[in-house]
């Protein structure tokens, strides 16, 4: 049986990967997303849908898994991702821009897969970077 950190590792090493059907096998069948907006999407294909919106904004999109922490069947996993968006993002038309920003994922593990999907993003500084969103100067300092 595989331990939930290292679940949580290959979640992650599968998106950079593109593999679907790996994630789908991972998935619990009464797996949710809850996305980086809150909302909570239910099932294991709502969860691969979230995954592969991702993918298809930033297709040269990659994850570095900055850390793995695991305590009994919930995992936190500290991501830094990377990307160019050049498909469309929550509505946002592909802006061709490089983007770079922190990710963490809290991952509820049930009969030894993942059965509940927390996306945490530091949007932010993915929509700065995108140009959409604009810092007041007294930020940026």
Same mark, same amino acid.
């Given at each position: 049986? *595989? %331990?939930?950190?290292?679940?949580?590792?290959?979640?992650?090493?599968a998106w950079n990967r593109r593999d679907w059907d790996h994630w789908r096998a991972v998935l619990h069948p009464e797996a949710y997303y809850v996305s980086? %907006? /809150?909302q909570r999407h239910e099932g294991p294909e709502a969860a691969l849908a979230g995954g592969q919106l991702w993918a298809e904004a930033m297709p040269d999109g990659h994850v570095e898994i900055?850390?793995?922490?695991?305590s009994g069947d919930t995992v936190?996993?500290?991501?830094?991702?990377? /990307? *160019?968006? #050049? !498909?469309? +993002?929550? !509505?946002?038309?592909?802006t061709n821009r490089q983007a770079a920003f922190p990710v963490c994922h809290v991952l509820e593990v049930r009969d !030894?897969?993942?059965?509940?999907?927390?996306?945490? /993003? %530091? @949007? @932010? #500084? @993915? +929509? #700065?970077? @995108?140009g959409v969103v604009q810092l007041p100067e007294e930020a940026r300092r």
């Amino acid at each position: 049986m *595989t %331990d939930t950190a290292t679940l949580a590792r290959e979640f992650g090493e599968a998106w950079n990967r593109r593999d679907w059907d790996h994630w789908r096998a991972v998935l619990h069948p009464e797996a949710y997303y809850v996305s980086p %907006d /809150g909302q909570r999407h239910e099932g294991p294909e709502a969860a691969l849908a979230g995954g592969q919106l991702w993918a298809e904004a930033m297709p040269d999109g990659h994850v570095e898994i900055q850390g793995v922490y695991a305590s009994g069947d919930t995992v936190t996993m500290e991501q830094f991702a990377r /990307g *160019t968006h #050049t !498909g469309e +993002l929550m !509505g946002i038309p592909p802006t061709n821009r490089q983007a770079a920003f922190p990710v963490c994922h809290v991952l509820e593990v049930r009969d !030894g897969k993942i059965s509940a999907w927390r996306f945490y /993003g %530091d @949007l @932010l #500084t @993915l +929509l #700065t970077q @995108l140009g959409v969103v604009q810092l007041p100067e007294e930020a940026r300092r």
